[in-house]
Each structure stands twice: as structure tokens, then as C-alpha cells.
């Protein structure tokens, strides 16, 4: 057989092949193949076998891993790509003890990436985000999800989402675009957000005849919106057929870990302090619990998510950067990959799914996303690793040697000697 590329010699290759969402136990149970090789023509993988086998295949190129740890794309579930500006003096307000929330409430924090969004242009957000998905894309991460949420006004919500839309296009990295207009409250509607969500929904109709985003989320929280305003919004989009998510429980226990199973989310993200009887009900059902430590890490919290509670209960988790100007400041979702180990006490195996499997599901990209199989798309990843559970284990800096999105390598290391 003739392909075009080959990559051969490689020490463990994680196929991560289980159909998702993948619960419970069975996210301890990793396949690894040892000195495997993988064929790929055009932007698919045509052959897996052994390295030994690969020598019936012609190659136009042979990429040799020299041993290393082989595995599919990363695929970031929640991000904020999309925003103007930076919030750096937030973290002198922090070190004072300053809260997040209070932040909020005076103006700052959300607010004030709100202004900066609303001030900057189309062309300089979109070469912002195309700045940050480059990062993403040297780490390791093909597939990523981008909020909007920045805008809170017809018109800065429906740039961000154009620019998500054009980033899509112009990047390789795949994006999943969701609506979230409702992430904090402007100032003046302070005194009715219920108004304001009423001019959110006004948009839906508009976002899906251009085909601007597949999911609805919303930032359920204290002095944010409640959980029967979450409801009505949400059941609206879930009407005009959006899939929904929600930002749920991460600082107080409001409940949105159980809304999001009660309205049938896609996932339920933070959960950072969700009930005994929310982790029972997401155990019990299809959606995915999509965990951000870098959050709690960052926002200084010692409440991290039970996430180790909710996989023994029987719940599909997935964790992500949340990267955005506020409450965690970084791209690197191996990074999050370590403070997942460390923090909430999730497996290397777990790991792994939550970070492919799941995290594709998590978006609904389970069939197209996070797997390396005969048949698939060619994204994958090479890492400066011998094994998978190295890269938890060293942590904050960047092990991707050679990256491929859909055949191609769109990043390959530099040695600098
Ligand atoms: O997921 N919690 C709400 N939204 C973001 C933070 C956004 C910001 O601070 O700019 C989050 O943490
Ligand atoms: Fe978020």
C-alpha cells in the first residue's frame, strides 16, 4: 500500500479508541500499544499496525518517533478565545484579597474585557485570536471550543462570534463556537437582567441563520443570573435547537450542575461546588462534567471540583483550560493536564480521556475528534515524552514535539544548537 505519510518507531501510541462519553471506572481503562506505526494519506489515517508491519507500506514521507508517546490531538472543551485587551492589575487586587465576584461588582473583572471588546475592532480580535490558537496549536491541542460572552450588546457579541466563525476558516485548528451572551450583567440593565436576557435571546434566531455558534451557555452564579432566569433562557435556546452548557457551581452551589442535567446539556462546566445530589444526578446521566482546576488554581480557591467523587459515581469528566483574561490566564491545557493529577486526584488514564474522548464529546465532536483510528482524521500528536504518564507528571511546560491537524504538521520543534 502507498501512503504519504508514515510515522514508525513509535514507543506508546493511545489510540484512545472507546466510544465516548466514556463513565466511570471504564476511564481507567487505557488501550497502549507498544512499537506501533501509523499510515496516513491525504488527511486521513488509511493503516495502524505494528512497526514491524509497516514495512508492506510505501511512504512518500517517514516521520520516525525514536520511541516516543504517540496520541490523538488534544481537544480543549471551554475556552474564551475571543477578547480585547488583558486584566493584569487584577492580580495586585487579588494578592489583597480582593474576590472575584467583588471584583465583578464593581465594574471590573468581566466588565471591564467587556469594554475593552467593545473597543477594539474585528480585524485586531481576529488576529488576537489567531495569536492564541498558534499557542494552543504548539501544545499540543487541535480541536478547541470558543465563547463569546465579551460583547454583552447585539453588535460586539455578534463580532466576537464572526470572528470565531473567520478564525475557524483561516486556522487549522478545528472550533466549536458557542453564544455565551449571557456571562455577566451590563450596567444598565442591572436592575432587570431579566430584560437583558430577553435581548440575548433576540439574537438566537440571527446567530443560527448565520450559523454563528452550536451551543448556549450561560454564567450561572451569584449576582450573576439564577437558576430559574438560567432556565428560561436556556429552555429558549434549547427551542430554536441550540445545545446547551452552562458555567455551573463554580463559586457558589447554586444548583446548575443539576439544571444542566435536568435541561439534557452537553456538559455542565466548573461544578467546582456542586451538591452531594448534583454529582449523583450528572453520574446518572449523559451529560459530561467538564472540569477547570486552572480556575480554582488561579483564582487561589481550595474548592476544586470533587471530580474524583464524580468518576466513582459513574460520571463522564472532562477538563479544560477555561482560557480567559480573568480567571485563568493560560492556553496550556498540559499544564491543566498536571493540576488535574495533583488537584483532583484524577489518574493518568482518566486524564487522557478527559482531555480527548470526552473533551470531544464534551463539544460534540466524539466522532470526528480525539481518537486515532483507521478512518479518522490525522490529528496527532508526537510528544518529547517516553510514556503517558509523563506528561502530568513534568509539568508547566511544553512537551508537543510535532503536531498534525488533518495530515498536516502544523508544528514541529525547534532544537536551538
Ligand atoms: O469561566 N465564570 C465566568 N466566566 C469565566 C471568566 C471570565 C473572565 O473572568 O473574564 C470563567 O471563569
Ligand atoms: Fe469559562
Redesign the pocket.
Known sequence: MHVDIIITNIGELLPMDKRGPVKGLEMSELTVWNNAAIGIKGDTIVWIGSNEEATILEASQIIDAKGKLVTPGLVDP?T?LV?GGS?EKELALKQQGVS?LEILKQGG??LS?VRATQQTSYEQLLDKALFHLDRMAMLGITTVEAKS??GLDRETELKQLRVVKQANETHPIDIVSTFLGA?AIPPVYKENPEAFLDEMASLLDEIKEENLAEYVDI?T?TGVFSIPQSRHYLMKAKEKGFGLKI?AD?IDPLGGTELAVELGAISG??LAVTSDEGIQKLANSNTIGVI?PG?SFYLGKDDYARAREMIDAGAAIAIAT?F?????VTENLQLIMSIAALKLKLSPEEIWYAVTVNAANAIGKGEVAGTIAVGRKADIVLWDAPNYLYIPYHYGVNHANTVMKHGKIIYERQEIR
Do not use: C
Open positions: 471551554h474564551h477578547f486584566r472575584y473583572g468581566i474585557t460572552g465579551y456571562h454564567f452564579e458555567h463554580e462546566d466548573h477547570l480556575t477555561d480567559n483574561p480573568g480567571s485563568s
